[in-house]
Structures are given as structure tokens and as C-alpha cells.
């Protein structure tokens, strides 16, 4: 094709926002900090251990480096062949109310407050009801060419939550990134838990 080489671009937004996500976290060039994250790193392994779930989903889990380490635990991921299930989470086959814990850690976080909000009812309709999702965000960040983080911030979190059906569960905290250029950048880190717990029923006089 020649030096000005023509890459085709999808005319379906969902299609090219795939495109794009699947291109910027090419296994090949793209490296997680996850080892170095304070609050969504490793700490996670404890933390998650200590609630003894049955089911465990890391939802857009890159290189899938809980697995083995959290059991019971399936990674999905749309490009990384690291993943259990390689697929959009938008398409994963998992039967709803079933997941005690859904780590979303850096996944639910590209294109409009509508996908976002699409993403996250999905997320949210796989849970038990007393499940519970760990969330980590870029707060919209620029991270060069090629891709937009939606700009999650600690004033959107509850909201966007809500039309999910999930209420914030503890505080919003801070990991910090270190970037490609050797500056730190904030993640923000919270939980979701379903905003509607099962009744228990009235007892009968
Ligand atoms: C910032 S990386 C984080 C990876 C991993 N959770 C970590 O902390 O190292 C985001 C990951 O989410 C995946 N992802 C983004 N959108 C997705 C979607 N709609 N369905 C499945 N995976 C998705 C990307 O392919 C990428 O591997």
C-alpha cells in the first residue's frame, strides 16, 4: 500500500470505539501497572479472598494476572489472548445474578456517559445480591493518540452508579499511575454494590 497506508475506520460508533480500545491495549505494546497500584493491585488478592466468593469475574483483566491468585475467578477481556473469554463484556455469556464480586478495573472507562452507563447495567445485572463490584478509573486523562477515557470524577460516580441500580459502597480513594513520561497521574478506586437488597418478608403476627 505504500507509505500513506489507509487503515479503514469503522462508521458504527460502538465499532470504532471496539477498534480503538482493542488497538490501544494491544498485548504487544501495552504494559499494566496493576503491580504497582496501592488500593487496586494486588492488595485486591486479600481483600477479595476475605469475602470467600463463589464467583469471581475481572472484567477487562489485561493480562489476566489475578487468575490463580483469586479463586474461582474468570478473566474476559475484548483483545488480550491472556483472558479466559476474549469477547466485548457487552457479549460475555454470563448468566445474570450469579457473580459475588466483579473486579472492573480500568475497563469501564471509554466513550460517551451512555456506554458508560450501558456497560456498567451489564456489569451490574451479572451480581448476587449482596455482590459487589471494585471499580478503577482514569479520571479522563489524556494518554495520547488514538483513544478518550471518559472523565469519571467524584462527583459523577454516584449518579452514573444510580442509573445502574448500584449505590457507592465506602469512599472514593486515590491509586497513583506512574505514565509512560515518568509523571504520576490519580486513578480513582470505589466500590458499587446493587442499590436494591432483597426484602426480607414481614414476619406474620
Ligand atoms: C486499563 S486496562 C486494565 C487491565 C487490567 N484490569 C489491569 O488492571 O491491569 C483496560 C482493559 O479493559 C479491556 N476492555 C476495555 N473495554 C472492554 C470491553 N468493552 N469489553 C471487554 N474488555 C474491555 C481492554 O482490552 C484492556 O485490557
Redesign the pocket.
Known amino acids: 500500500m505504500g507509505e500513506h497506508q489507509v487503515v479503514p475506520v469503522a462508521a458504527d460508533p460502538a465499532a470504532r470505539l471496539r477498534d480503538e ?2 488497538a490501544f ?1 494491544d498485548p504487544d505494546r501495552w504494559r ?3 503491580p504497582d497500584l496501592e488500593h487496586s493491585g494486588y492488595a485486591l488478592i486479600e481483600q477479595v479472598r476475605s469475602w470467600q466468593p463463589r464467583f469471581v469475574i ?6 489476566n ?1 489475578f487468575k490463580g491468585k483469586i479463586d474461582n475467578l474468570i478473566g ?5 489472548p491472556a483472558a479466559d473469554l476474549v469477547c ?3 457479549d460475555a455469556p454470563i448468566r445474570p445474578g450469579t457473580v459475588d464480586v466483579v473486579l472492573a ?3 469501564v472507562n ?1 466513550g460517551s456517559q451512555e456506554v458508560i452507563e450501558q ?1 456498567l447495567r451489564c456489569v451490574a445485572s451479572w451480581l448476587t445480591p449482596h455482590g459487589r463490584i471494585v471499580m ?1 478509573a482514569n479520571p479522563g486523562l489524556p494518554t495520547g493518540p488514538g483513544l478518550a477515557f471518559f472523565e469519571w470524577s467524584p462527583t459523577n460516580v454516584d449518579p452514573i452508579g444510580a442509573a445502574a441500580g448500584l449505590l457507592r459502597d465506602g469512599p472514593i480513594r486515590y491509586d497513583t499511575y506512574r505514565n509512560s513520561r515518568g509523571s504520576d497521574e490519580p486513578r480513582l478506586v470505589w466500590q458499587y454494590r446493587p442499590a436494591a437488597l432483597p426484602t426480607t418478608p414481614a414476619a406474620t403476627p
Do not use: E, K, W
Open positions: 480500545v482493542s491495549f499494566t501497572p496493576l475481572d472484567v477487562g483483566c489485561g493480562d494476572l474476559i477481556d475484548l483483545v488480550n466485548d463484556l457487552l478495573l480500568g475497563c471509554f456497560q478503577r
